[in-house]
């Protein structure tokens, strides 16, 4: 099913301010699809995870690998202004991992992925994860061909995320609460959160999770699981068509 440019998706607020660099994002949306079809002929499920810095994607990802690489054959990702640190946190799971260096461009873009791409070995690969910049702006206008969008928001960043970087909540399929250990020391309201978050996008599910206790962390494996597994079942049947 085809889905609209997630650049192409705005929020309401005060003031709209008209977009100079649609012609960029425009460029970035052809290569975007490039890769969304590529990723469809080889059945591979394509995974963008976005946050602000330090809300604990890696640390999830290493949760992640640990608990679903011997289920389904997965590859990572992962980009950062400088250092190969986060890579190299993943590879000692076990899950082959190729760090995009930006160079202190504060997003991954889609000609970005498309280039590490071409330096990964994609065969038999069912599960794709780009852990994109820590940033909640600039990420949220580039579609880099995923399949989901997933936002972890961290209880220690505060509760009011959502309408304050309303884009990047309007473009994402999933929303997960990390840090949900440290919820009796803050004054974060998960209820508010999430309110927020549907009063921006009805249509974004939630998850609470904890990468250090393990909360809701089955709960995350399970919809990669199942999203891997629908993706493959749908091209089964347009194949046996």
């Known amino acids: 099913m085809d889905k609209a440019a997630k650049s192409s998706k705005t929020a309401r607020g005060t003031v709209a301010c008209d977009n100079t660099t649609l012609h960029l994002l425009k460029a970035n949306d052809f290569v975007a699809e490039s890769i969304r079809k590529r990723m469809a002929e080889n059945n591979i499920m394509l995974i963008n995870i976005t946050s602000s810095a330090g809300s604990g994607k890696t640390t999830l990802l290493q949760e992640t690998a640990r608990r679903i690489s011997g289920k389904v054959k997965m590859k ?41 791409m071409e330096s990964l070995n994609l065969d038999g690969v069912e599960l794709l994860i780009v852990e994109n910049v820590g940033n909640l702006v600039c990420p949220a206008s580039f579609d ?3 399949d989901y969008r997933v936002t972890l928001l961290a209880t220690t960043e505060g509760d009011d995320k959502p309408k304050k970087y309303p884009r990047m909540f309007l473009t994402s399929e999933l929303m997960l609460v990390s840090k949900s250990d440290l919820l009796p020391y803050l004054p974060f309201s998960v209820e508010a959160v999430v309110a927020d978050a549907r009063d921006v996008n009805p249509n974004i599910d939630v998850m609470q999770i904890s990468s250090t206790t393990g909360e809701g962390i089955d709960q995350w494996c399970n919809w990669l699981l199942d999203k891997v597994k629908e993706k493959q079942e749908a091209a089964n049947v347009v194949a046996a068509q």
């Open 144 to 146: 880099l061909g995923e």
């Open 76 to 116: 990572i990702l992962v980009g950062d202004l400088e250092t190969e640190r986060d890579a190299d946190r993943l590879r000692q799971t076990g899950v082959d991992a190729l760090q995009i260096v930006t160079g202190g461009i504060c997003h991954l873009e889609a000609q970005m992925i498309w280039q590490a």
